[in-house]
């Protein structure tokens, strides 16, 4: 399965980051300021610095999401050592975030080595704390709910690219179509080109296929022989006629009348 190439800090992540920052350090700087805060107990200094450890590296959460996971839960196990921790709510919410983006904005492959360090870092936060279940609970929803975005979005990401590459094929396919409708209607006849006549009755077979869209596995199955034998008949081809390409051959098959395009198509 491919994945989305890393990304790089958006301007929702700094303010989110900020926002973040600004609201824990008023918890615990200034708590009257913040609804729901009690009074601090712990060390300020202590809180200060380990607070900012946990939401200021949100702003790498995308670029970075397993680092930004192991520095946010690194720091809140180092605050709830050292100290008593606040009871605001915006050190909870950095982590959730962290645990959200480690398997969100991570490959699928590294996903356990997320899940396992939010494992570890839930059972030391959850034994300082007394809240293993609750937190068990809460950052795993996080881990899951993103597990699950990144794969939906993996699969919109590859529809999107299928349906792309099917609409370049058909509008390729719609313009040779309608080019051989406008030289049969116009009666100039287009002769066929002079190294036509070299190919053999296998090559022209597969040329025809060639030009009706067959893969070369198609091809192969159709006229029983081997996909390395229809390679070698198209490379073939490709040095007779002096093609670049396949959808060359498709133009020079259409053009050339050995295949037309009123014709209906085989059906498989």
Not at 173 to 188: E, H, K, N
């Amino acid at each position: 399965m491919r994945w989305m190439p890393r990304q790089r800090p958006t301007l929702v992540d700094v303010i989110l980051a900020s926002v973040l920052t600004l609201v824990s350090q008023l918890e615990i700087w200034a708590p009257g300021l913040v609804p729901g805060v009690g009074e601090v107990v712990g060390s300020r200094p202590v809180l200060a610095v380990t607070t900012l450890g946990m939401t200021v590296p949100l702003v790498l959460r995308r670029a970075a999401p397993l680092a930004v996971l192991v520095v946010v839960f690194g720091c809140a196990a180092v605050q709830s050592w050292l100290t008593t921790p606040t009871e605001g709510l915006a050190t909870l919410a950095a982590m959730l975030l962290a645990a959200y983006s480690s398997s969100a904005y991570s490959s699928p492959s590294r996903a356990p080595f997320g899940a396992a360090v939010l494992l570890v870092a839930v059972t030391i936060l959850g034994w300082m704390q007394g809240d293993a279940a609750f937190m068990a609970i809460v950052f795993g929803a996080a881990w899951v709910t993103g597990f699950v975005v990144a794969q939906r979005s993996g699969q919109l990401r590859r529809v999107s690219g299928d349906n792309r590459d099917l609409a370049q094929r058909l509008s390729e396919a719609t313009a040779l179509l309608a080019q051989a409708q406008r030289r049969q209607a116009t009666g100039v006849p287009t002769p066929a080109p002079d190294d036509l006549a070299a190919l053999t009755a296998r090559e022209l077979d597969v040329t025809r296929a060639v030009a009706k869209g067959r893969s070369n596995a198609e091809i192969a199955e159709e006229l029983f022989i081997s996909e390395w034998t229809v390679k070698t008949h198209v490379a073939s081809i490709l040095r007779k006629l002096r093609l670049r390409d396949r959808t060359q051959v498709v133009v020079a098959a259409y053009e050339s009348g050995l295949v037309r395009p009123d014709l209906r198509p085989d059906v498989d």
